[in-house]
């Protein structure tokens, strides 16, 4: 059973960690079910346990948060659907390297359902979307942005954090920081793709993809 939970409004990031902290441990000790959390921040900065410090470009920009995930310096604002995953990976085959890829094709099947393909790039975090409308990179690769972020923590082999997904985010609140560590590439959104999507449309493909990736 994952019981699904969405909060309206913003979520303060010590907040939502908190409460990732404590379901986690109670997802471990059998006391409580796995969970996804469907929320929003306000605008902020985390920086995981990759980070380099030269890739926050503005420190004074928005608040940042140091934190155990996965992965470099992201950021979270309104407008990004964040997905918090908080499933028992130890029942769920003790494989971290499937896990991760089972977030991945999930993102992936989501954005499916609005036409988008989404695409997993070796060495670059997170899923990308070609870019057949801009400049070819000067290799002469076609560019690509990122359109969903993916760092995660285990404890006791139960997950938290998870996915950030760009719905119609302020896209260039992301110049504050190298996103992921990645500074060759751009950041997209959902509605930047020229896609009418709300947060609830993505919510509901979401919720319709995950038994088709997960429950196998």
């Known amino acids: 059973m994952v019981e699904w939970i969405t909060t309206d409004g913003l979520?303060?990031?010590d907040e939502a960690v908190s409460f990732m902290e404590a379901r986690a441990e109670a997802i471990a000790r059998g006391e409580a079910d796995e969970a996804i959390w469907l929320v929003e921040h306000p605008p902020l900065y985390t920086a995981g346990t990759?980070?380099?410090v030269e890739d926050l470009r503005e420190p004074d920009r928005f608040p940042v948060?140091?934190?155990k995930r996965g992965g470099q310096f992201t950021y979270h604002g309104p407008g990004q659907r964040v997905v918090y995953v908080m499933l028992d990976v130890g029942k769920r085959g003790r494989d971290v390297r499937r896990f991760v890829k089972q977030l991945e094709?999930?993102?992936i099947a989501a954005l499916a359902e609005f036409s988008v393909t989404g695409h997993i790039r070796e060495g670059r975090v997170g899923v990308w979307v070609e870019r057949p409308d801009r400049p070819t990179l000067p290799d002469g690769r076609m560019a690509e942005d990122k359109v969903a972020a993916i760092g995660i923590r285990l404890r006791r082999w139960v997950s938290f954090h998870g996915i950030s997904?760009?719905?119609?985010p302020e896209l260039e609140h992301f110049g504050g920081i190298v996103p992921c560590g990645i500074s060759d590439y751009g950041v997209t959104s959902l509605v930047d793709l020229g896609l009418p999507v709300t947060m609830t449309d993505v919510d509901v493909a979401l919720k319709s993809t995950f038994d088709l990736v997960f429950e196998d």
């Open 11 to 13: 979520t303060g990031y």
């Open 50 to 52: 990759s980070a380099r």
């Open 65 to 67: 948060f140091t934190t």
């Open 105 to 107: 094709t999930w993102v």
């Open 165 to 168: 997904i760009n719905v119609e």
